[in-house]
């Protein structure tokens, strides 16, 4: 079975920044991609960024490209989310997920994703 598990959340003021670790366990399949979504105060679930195994590429929501980056470890144990120059409107649940052989059409779609973490708040307030 797939275990995944976020830490790295908490209070930052705005301008600052965050490294969330996503850390996975179990699994068979080395096809999949890694993503991160986040759930903010009354919205829906929404895609943030994803890295694609085995390839590595690497998929961002266009207005976090540049701010956001995805990026994993050597082994696939670990994935991170390093999120710069925070505001606000960035405050939510961050959730990390997989989803097996994905495509670009699906590697975006919360209900495509297979297994999910528990979430890590993340709140930039000043």
């Known amino acids: 079975q797939v275990r995944l598990a976020e830490s790295g959340g908490g209070l930052v003021q705005p301008g600052g920044s965050l490294r969330l670790s996503c850390v996975a366990s179990g699994g068979a399949s080395s096809s999949y991609a890694m993503g991160w979504f986040r759930q903010r105060p009354g919205q829906e679930r929404e895609f943030v960024a994803a890295?694609?195994?085995?390839?590595?590429?690497?998929f961002y929501k266009d207005s976090l490209k540049g701010r956001f980056t995805v990026s994993r470890d050597s082994a696939w144990n670990t994935v991170y989310l390093q999120m710069n120059s925070l505001i606000p409107e960035d405050t939510a649940v961050y959730y990390c997920?997989?989803?097996?052989?994905?495509?670009?059409?699906?590697?975006?779609?919360?209900?495509?994703?297979?297994?999910w973490g528990q979430g890590t708040q993340v709140t930039v307030s000043s």
């Open positions: 997920a997989r989803i097996l052989n994905p495509i670009v059409s699906t590697i975006r779609a919360a209900d495509r994703y297979a297994y």
């Open positions: 890295i694609r195994r085995p390839n590595g590429a690497t």
